[in-house]
């Protein structure tokens, strides 16, 4: 009868260093198989450890018919290779650990599987090994559910060590360039952007943060087009469903350098906070 099912992995500084080869844990299939009904499952701790459980998710994979809630703390590959095998509807989806460049292709499939019912999406993007002129684009689908958007980037020097919530220090020429890009109207023509309606007509709140240190106008100036891209290019449209938007600020706000600043309060008219509110009054000044 068990309905979520959390666990810790953290092995004992005395450990020595092991691959999964070498690591049998044979309570890790118990575990698997133990747990066929549940309808949420988290791991957390570390990485090593937690990829050695997913493989074991991973060979009964089409056995987790009630599970919807997945929270992984695991090498993505291990986790897209888990979450490939599912057969049913995910809503709750978070990766703790971040996508590397290789990865992305093989992440927006995945997400294009499980477009039309996930309401959470939460991963971190790394730009480890990217040169500061690197540019790449993040491809999501339609997401017709999808309430909570959130995503961190940066350059993380130890993948094992980049839980969601740590800050890792470097300059901004360490990470590359990179933006949203979501499917072209189906009758073709120009690339009108993002819109709402369309692409994330079920939103409340879009959380999009750098996982390092930088001032406002270094930061705007090479991450401007990734905001862009949550800008719809049409003069007018605009979201309605938004409640919350968390993107960079700097002591309540939003900073010099964000060229496109002056649109957040119609964009998402029905956003409410401090450096949100400041906006609007500077507008109506």
């Not at 957390?44 to 929270?71: H, M, T, V």
């Not at 480890?128 to 909570?148: Q, T, V, W, Y």
């Not at 740590?166 to 990179?178: L, N, P, S």
């Not at 120009?190 to 930061?219: C, M, N, Q, T």
């Amino acid at each position: 009868m068990l309905k979520k099912f959390s666990l810790k992995l953290a092995p004992s500084i005395s450990d020595p260093v092991l691959d999964n080869r070498q690591l049998a844990a044979p309570w890790m299939k118990n575990w698997a198989d133990a747990i066929k009904r549940v309808e949420s499952i988290s791991t957390r701790g570390c990485d090593f450890l937690g990829s050695r459980f997913a493989q074991e998710l991973q060979n009964n994979g089409q056995c987790y018919q009630n599970l919807k809630d997945i929270r992984l703390t695991c090498e993505p590959s291990v986790a897209i290779n888990f979450l490939t095998e599912l057969t049913q509807t995910v809503t709750n989806l978070t990766l703790t650990m971040p996508l590397e460049t290789r990865d992305l292709r093989d992440f927006e499939n995945l997400i294009k599987k499980f477009a039309s019912c996930l309401e959470l999406l939460s991963f971190l993007i790394s730009t480890k090994g990217l040169g500061e002129k690197s540019r790449f684009d993040l491809n999501l689908p339609c997401l017709a559910r999808l309430k909570k958007l959130q995503f961190y980037f940066g350059f993380f020097k130890d993948i094992r060590n980049s839980n969601i919530g740590t800050y890792q220090g470097h300059t901004i020429k360490d990470v590359a360039r990179f933006r949203l890009s979501f499917p072209p109207s189906r009758f073709g023509g120009d690339d009108l952007g993002i819109d709402y309606e369309r692409h994330l007509p079920s939103i409340r709140g879009i959380i999009v943060k750098p996982k390092f240190w930088v001032g406002p106008a270094e930061f705007w100036d090479t991450y401007s087009d990734l905001f862009d891209s949550l800008l719809p290019k049409q003069e007018g449209r605009s979201c309605q469903t938004l409640q919350r938007l968390e993107i960079p600020t700097w002591g309540g706000e939003i900073g010099e350098g964000y060229l496109q600043a002056g649109r957040l309060p119609k964009v998402f008219p029905n956003v409410r906070n401090e450096w949100m509110n400041d906006l609007r009054e500077m507008k109506n000044d």
